[in-house]
């Protein structure tokens, strides 16, 4: 029996696999492919089996990354067919056997002994195409017509496997699985191979900006709220009267309303990342050095409640703006309703921690370990943050082409066209629907614990745990009505449609639980309509909040920064009045102010709101 053998230089090769003698008058089986080994390990050679007369051809052909040219050599008879002559005379192929651009894995069959059959045909499949996903088959040579034709085409055959797949009809093929360990390394492998990596790098990489805008403002609220639990031992030790406690209590506004427009400008200007580290770095700085600013005296405490309020004033814009380069509007809603509800998370963690740490380590311990996480968080975002796609090397193309839509990305803004956003309607119902949901959201979430312990007579305790219930409420919400806005959107619901639906939920909510909250007689039943309240609230976040990005995602930071100047100056001035309000009349006088505001920023928004894009 003739056959063909596949060796290496020096004698050293792979496993010889033989290639049968055919029966009289019968055809020759597909070709059969060995790869062996060169002993320096740089030049691989190929025998097939093309007649039954130890007609054997020896493909060389070199192999670096890619594979390049393949030159046929006459060892042995030939074939006096033309196309055998013309290769003769030729002695090489017009193209490359395979493309260039393809890497390619192959296998050797190892330990194999065939039994011969009746004979029919064998396919060896060698190569993978890890590119287009596809097993590549070696034509016949007899279906060759003329020499430009005897270049091998890939022939794509599903599923894809990691090893050699043959099909034998003709003889059976037994033996051992190949075992790495026991051919060389360069027979076994040449390119790369397409194995799968970790799920942390499969993660797309804009939503590990979402997860990094979330944490960053867990963070904020934790160290906002703090100040709220450690006031109590710290006006103790300092001897503050209630007057002194409300000034440093209403300090930290004094710089968060100075940094909304500013931090929207710098946002726009410098890029998301830059500013929103920067506050963080800021505010963390000033967290820590809070104890010590106490105890020099109550101006330096002042002081430095101001700069921390500096530092959270910036977040907000500059997390708007880093989220309208990097999310698609598909996902808009839901990825600020997760940011958004770190800062109710943040406000849960902050009142549960700080008692712990103020009960066995004092009351400058919450200062110290709050403060000090924001080093941890500034660490992973410059290692993995990016002010917009175009900025993030490791972005893969078809992340980029989902961000953008079709779209193109647009270069930072160099000044802002104040006049043309401030004669904008639909700016302006931004601005007053931010004041109308603030005033509301301000009042319940300022004055709970006193409503709790005064009308509801529930002890200091009760009270504190059950103010915890109205942020975690907003959080679970905020996330429910993202995933609904946002399938709304993938559902062809307009932009528009969806914002107004939203925010209607946000303002007509709250204000139909506040009217019943005064007609309640259980506690039982008014704190359900508290957190009731709180909830539907929380749909406002695919609301006006999202409206932002919507409307002009260039200026979606001074968008933001100018809405929230106004929401930050209904908190102050509600707070105000409603203990203004308390002194001449009743919790029933309070609600009915913050529901005709909620009817208010309904009317505004439904009418003058668009969704929209209207500043470029």
């Not at 959270?312 to 958004?340: D, H």
Request: charged share 15%.
């Amino acid at each position: 029996m003739q056959g063909c053998v596949a060796t290496g230089r020096g004698g050293v090769g792979l496993p010889s696999l033989a290639c049968p003698t055919l029966p009289q008058g019968k055809r020759r089986p597909s070709w059969l492919w060995m790869p062996t080994t060169a002993s320096h390990g740089k030049q691989h050679e190929m025998k097939y089996c093309t007649s039954l007369q130890n007609k054997c051809m020896l493909l060389g052909e070199r192999f670096g990354r890619h594979a390049t040219r393949s030159t046929l050599l006459l060892l042995q008879n030939y074939s006096r067919s033309t196309v055998m002559s013309r290769l003769e005379m030729s002695g090489q192929f017009q193209q490359p056997v395979l493309e260039s651009s393809r890497d390619y894995l192959t296998r050797a069959c190892h330990n194999a002994s065939i039994k011969k059959r009746v004979l029919s045909r064998v396919e060896c499949f060698l190569s993978s195409d890890p590119i287009n996903s596809g097993w590549l088959k070696p034509r016949r040579w007899e279906n060759f017509t003329s020499l430009e034709s005897a270049c091998v085409q890939p022939e794509y055959k599903l599923p894809i496997r990691t090893r050699a797949d043959c099909k034998a009809e003709q003889y059976e093929i037994t033996g051992s699985p190949l075992n790495p360990s026991d051919v060389p390394a360069e027979a076994v492998r040449i390119g790369d191979t397409n194995e799968t990596s970790p799920w942390w790098q499969e993660f797309p990489r804009r939503w590990t900006i979402v997860l990094l805008c979330f944490f960053a403002f867990l963070l904020c609220n934790m160290d906002r709220v703090n100040m709220s639990i450690a006031i109590l031992p710290m006006s103790s030790e300092f001897s503050w009267n209630p007057a002194t406690v409300g000034l440093i209590q209403s300090s930290f506004f004094w710089g968060y309303l100075l940094t909304q427009i500013l931090g929207g400008i710098w946002a726009d200007r410098f890029g998301g990342k830059v500013v929103l580290g920067f506050g963080v770095v800021w505010w963390s700085l000033a967290t820590i050095l809070t104890p010590l600013a106490a105890k020099i005296g109550l101006p330096c405490l002042l002081t430095m409640r101001a700069f921390m309020g500096i530092g959270e004033g910036v977040a907000m814009p500059a997390m708007n703006n880093i989220l309208s380069k990097w999310i698609p509007v598909s996902e808009r809603s839901r990825s600020l309703a997760l940011v958004y509800s770190g800062m109710y998370l943040g406000s849960v963690t902050g009142l549960g921690l700080s008692p712990l740490l103020i009960s066995k380590f004092g009351w400058p311990s919450v200062f110290y370990a709050f403060g000090s996480l924001g080093s941890v968080w500034f660490a992973l975002w410059q290692s993995k943050a990016h002010s917009s796609p175009d900025d993030d090397p490791e972005l893969s193309k078809a992340e980029k082409r989902h961000i953008l839509g079709g779209g193109t990305f647009k270069e930072p803004v160099t000044s802002i066209p104040w006049r043309r956003i401030l004669s904008k309607a639909p700016v302006w119902a931004l601005i007053i629907s931010h004041f109308c949901h603030n005033w509301g959201t301000f009042i319940l979430l300022t004055w709970m614990p006193t409503y709790y312990n005064q009308v509801l007579k529930f002890n200091l305790t009760e009270s504190g745990l059950l103010c915890v219930l109205p942020w975690l409420t907003m959080a679970v919400f905020a996330n429910i009505g993202g995933w609904i806005a946002d399938t709304l959107v993938q559902r062809g619901v307009s932009i528009t449609n969806v914002r107004k639906i939203m925010q209607s939920i946000g303002f007509l909510g709250p204000a139909l639980f506040l009217t019943l909250l005064s007609k309640v007689q259980t506690p039982a039943m008014a704190v359900l309509c508290m957190a009731c309240s709180q909830g539907s609230d929380a749909f406002s976040q695919s609301g006006l909040y999202s409206n932002h990005q919507d409307i002009g995602p260039r200026y979606a930071g001074v968008l933001l920064g100018l809405s929230n100047t106004a929401g930050v100056l209904a908190g102050v001035f509600g707070t105000a009045a409603t203990g203004y309000i308390l002194q001449k009349g009743s919790w029933d006088s309070v609600f009915k102010v913050a529901v005709a505001l909620y009817i208010v920023g309904t009317v505004v928004w439904n009418v003058f709101s668009t969704g929209e894009r209207v500043l470029e």
